[in-house]
């Protein structure tokens, strides 16, 4: 692997990849030490000291790598991103409009991108409302940490959050043009990262060494097992027909359909994850002490079994959903159809589509159930042990996993074409 790196580094146009990427990953953690304009850092130290930061705000802080518990201008991170590709992805399935642009190919996804910016800005602004509100009124961090705040100071932190939100958006369309990998997943993995240390300081401040010892076995185990499931796959065989076009013959060769286990990827985790923190907001949002009280004790407290249900119902839910838009067994069928290939044992068309269908719902079964169990086992290690956090944790452990094995694999792709062996081999 030292040797890929090494290799990678040679050349001068993936060289020059590596290190953009780098520079905008740097640019990304500066911004999450810039406090917006109001808050009393003091203040905020001492509430985060003792505790004050409530479940909700662990939640998001954990995907803006530590800049919410700053008050930073990336303190929102990624999640109005998330959520507005959520609604836009639950959109296309019910509005025939975005369904057509979906199948134009190209410019069809451009367009969806611009209308997902414009509902990231939206969501930005009216999160940052609420967590300016919740800042002010304690229920965010345990007291007031923008007590001098006037009208218009408040006006321009909520700017300054949404703008955040914006730049991290951009800043995450570039990697993804001129840098390696997914921006907007590399972003979530570098949050993650940055929050190891500090949280496994907290196990063994809280818990003692033989809890970190524990944690660092079990992400051992998780990191094993994840690994293993990611790379796994269900090979379809397809046999293309032998064609005659003037003196050439084309066709008659095989290949075949790798249908993963988990399909998905980490999407349904990090759809999961920044949906359920959202009936907890709503209801600090709302000021009614009974509606924050329930969601408190069954949807924001991780030892929840009521929150450890939810959470695994989601990740399964959006695990199907997402496997049933990022595939489709109609076209893939039709497109074996037009270029003379044919499943052996299936009829080309509507019965390759309906064998398709029916493996993909079979193989997505246990890799949904994977997902969930991955996700929530950190969740009932937390509600035994007693623990006040979970470094390695299924969520964390799924994205971290998940992006590497992208990144690494995009990195492959790029030395196997100039002849340079790579990670996987």
């Known amino acids: 692997m030292l040797r890929a790196f090494v290799n990678a580094f040679k050349i001068p146009d993936l060289r020059r990849k590596l290190l953009f990427t780098l520079g905008i990953i740097a640019v990304y953690r500066i911004g999450g030490w810039i406090p917006i304009p109001g808050v009393e850092m003091d203040l905020l130290r001492d509430a985060i000291g003792a505790g004050g930061a409530g479940n909700i705000v662990g939640i998001i802080n954990v995907f803006a790598g530590g800049a919410l518990q700053q008050m930073a201008v990336f303190a929102l991170g990624i999640m109005p991103y998330i959520t507005a590709s959520i609604i836009m992805q639950l959109l296309a399935v019910v509005i025939p409009k975005l369904e057509e642009l979906r199948r134009e190919g190209e410019q069809g996804r451009k367009k969806i991108t611009q209308y997902t910016r414009y509902v990231t800005v939206g969501l930005a602004l009216l999160q940052s409302t609420g967590l300016v509100t919740l800042a002010r009124n304690g229920s965010a961090f ?11 100071t408040i006006i321009v932190a909520v700017l300054t959050l949404t703008a955040g939100t914006t730049v991290i958006m951009w800043l995450g369309e570039l990697i993804t043009a ?18 190891f240390p500090s949280e496994l300081r907290i196990v063994q401040l809280e818990n003692g060494p033989q809890w970190v010892v524990g944690v660092l076995v079990m992400g051992l185990m998780l990191t094993v097992a994840v690994v293993f499931m990611e790379m796994g796959q269900r090979r379809i065989p397809v046999q293309y027909a032998r064609r005659q076009v003037g003196r050439r013959s084309y066709g008659g060769q095989s290949t075949y359909i790798p249908l993963k286990v988990n399909q998905s990827g980490v999407i349904p985790v990090i759809f999961a994850s920044s949906l359920i923190y959202l009936p907890g907001l709503a209801a600090q949002i709302s000021g ?13 407290d991780a030892r ?13 839910f959006f695990a199907y959903f997402y496997t049933a838009i990022a595939f489709n067994p109609v076209e893939v069928a039709d497109n074996m159809k037009r270029y003379g290939g044919f499943i052996p044992g299936i009829r080309p068309g509507r019965q390759t589509a309906e064998y398709l269908d029916r493996v993909l719902t079979r193989i997505t079964l246990p890799g949904s159930l994977y997902l969930a ?47 340079y062996e790579g990670f996987l081999r």
């Open 178 to 195: 001129r840098g390696v990998g997914n921006g907007m997943s590399l972003l979530i993995y570098v949050s993650i990262i940055s929050q």
């Open 288 to 300: 009614s002490q009974r509606v924050q009280d329930f969601t408190e004790t069954y949807l924001a």
């Open 373 to 419: 169990a991955v996700a929530v086992t950190p969740f009932i290690l937390l509600a035994v042990g007693r623990i006040g956090a979970f470094p390695l944790g299924g969520v964390s452990l799924l994205i971290m996993v998940g992006v590497a094995l992208q990144t690494m694999q995009q990195i492959e792709s790029q030395l196997m074409q100039r002849n």
């Open 142 to 152: 345990g007291e007031n940490v923008m007590p001098g705040a006037g009208t218009g």
């Open 304 to 316: 929840s079994p009521v929150f450890i249900l939810v959470f695994a119902g989601l990740t399964i």
